[in-house]
């Protein structure tokens, strides 16, 4: 299946997430391409799983 969506002009390009959406059956044909995404940079930082470095004074020190 050849990609339906035309690519964005020069000008719009800047850093972000862009996905290619498809519904693809169970003997892997794409059966609907429904066009690519684009997820625009956001300013927060990204949640992570992540503890920041403890605080406490004697860790602290160690650093």
């Known amino acids: 299946m ?3 969506t ?3 002009a020069r000008a719009e390009l800047e850093p972000r997430l862009t996905l ?3 519904r693809v059956i169970g003997n ?3 059966t609907d391409d ?3 995404r ?3 940079p956001c300013d927060e930082p990204l949640a992570t ?3 920041p ?3 406490c004074p004697r860790h602290r020190e160690a650093s």
């Open 49 to 51: 799983g992540t503890w």
């Open 38 to 40: 684009q997820v625009p």
């Open 20 to 22: 290619r959406v498809y």
């Open 28 to 30: 892997g044909r794409i």
């Open 6 to 8: 035309p690519p964005p």
């Open 34 to 36: 429904t066009g690519t």
């Open 53 to 55: 470095p403890c605080q």
């Open 2 to 4: 050849a990609n339906l």
